[in-house]
């Protein structure tokens, strides 16, 4: 694993996701190297090697946090803030301890070892915590995320933040036909889950090497993913599941011609 230690100029950058307005990256580049992954596309400016073999840490984060900034604060978006370094070397509760606690701020992880920072969590005015549960266990798991945390892991995360009255939510994602099993994920989070966000699964950011492992892997999801009214039939039941479950559901994100966000009310 390549470490490279580089000084920042800024640590809040505006933002393009929707709803986003800034987004906070305090390590650019992740150990957990999922194979969907859309940050992939940051290799091309950084000359380090494959996803997943570097992590790029922005040593003084902690000094650049300490900004006030108005709207919606998001950490992160090319890296995972709990990855596994973040263990050692606290970069991430680091610039959290320094931040304006009056940021809006939302963090989303796939790591239990977000919970540590629950304390400074608690500093926040306005914080929500996510974590992205999928579903993905055994052969899919070890083909798509080999090296996140296990989903056990995370859907106890989940409910610890709860526990200790941080909002929080479940990012399920990616849902892909026939693996991801939205309707579980559920009926195992529904008890401490404040709200849900679904997105589908991009395709075409994912990369090509990750489309072959679909059609390899996973023919059948692959041609729902590339067929327009099997795709779309998909979605609307999807949509029917979440209306009949009777959760709080911001919505569905999908990514075909270009970015559409489906309300579920
Ligand atoms: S945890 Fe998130 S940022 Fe890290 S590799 Fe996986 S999808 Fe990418």
Redesign the pocket.
Known sequence: MKIINVRAKSIYTKSKIPGVDWVVNQYVG?Q???KY?Y?KFICKWKPYGEW?GWVEIKVNAPELARKRVYGEVFMSS???PY?PIEKELKLTRRTLEAMNKRNKLSVLT?SPLVIRDIDVFKMFEKIEVGLTINSFEGREKRLI?PF?PVQRARVNALKTLKDEGIKNYAFVSPIIPGITDVEEIIRETRSFTDYYFFEILNLKAAGREFKELLMENFPESYKIMVDEDKFWRFIKDLIDLIKRSNIKAEGVEVHRRGWEFIEVR
């Open positions: 992740c957990f190297a999922c992954c940050a997943g090319i890296s995972d990855q796939k995320e996140a």
